[in-house]
Nanobody, 127 residues
Framework: QVHLVESGGGSVEAGGSLELSCAAS????????MAWFRQAPGKEREGVAR????????AYADSVQGRFTIWRDNYRNTLHLQMNSLEPEDTAMYYC????????????????????WGQGTQVTVSS
């Protein structure tokens, strides 16, 4: 069964850090692209960070560049998102996703390429 399960969300003050984890089934972890997306209340879901699993190439949304790091733990089939210097604007539900084909893009209009999603984990940053 293909699945992704996120964890690690919580509430922090601005400037704090959190690390999100996404436990993946073997099939999901072998997908060629994995990514983190987020959705704030009343807003569109947006891409945060993505990683090509074959070569570990990464990309980030401008809003998180330099503050967030995406990485994989191949021993535990887990995708991570280290989030530092958190801002209230980072408050959202964070989702892990995997794609078998496509452009491995963070663009909202390309989200349909991700065919496996987790249930999400909430991150709340207070000012």
């Amino acid at each position: 069964q293909v699945h992704l399960v996120e964890s690690g969300g919580g509430s922090v003050e601005a400037g704090g850090s959190l690390e999100l984890s996404c436990a993946a089934s073997e099939d999901a972890y072998s997908r060629y692209c994995m990514a983190w997306f987020r959705q704030a209340p009343g807003k569109e879901r947006e891409g945060v960070a993505r990683l090509y699993t074959s070569a570990e190439y990464t990309a980030y949304a401008d809003s998180v560049q330099g503050r967030f790091t995406i990485w994989r733990d191949n021993y535990r089939n887990t995708l991570h998102l280290q989030m530092n210097s958190l801002e209230p604007e980072d408050t959202a539900m964070y989702y892990c996703a995997a794609a078998s084909t496509g452009s491995c893009s963070l663009l909202t209009r390309k989200m349909a390429e991700y065919n496996t999603w987790g249930q999400g984990t909430q991150v709340t940053v207070s000012s």
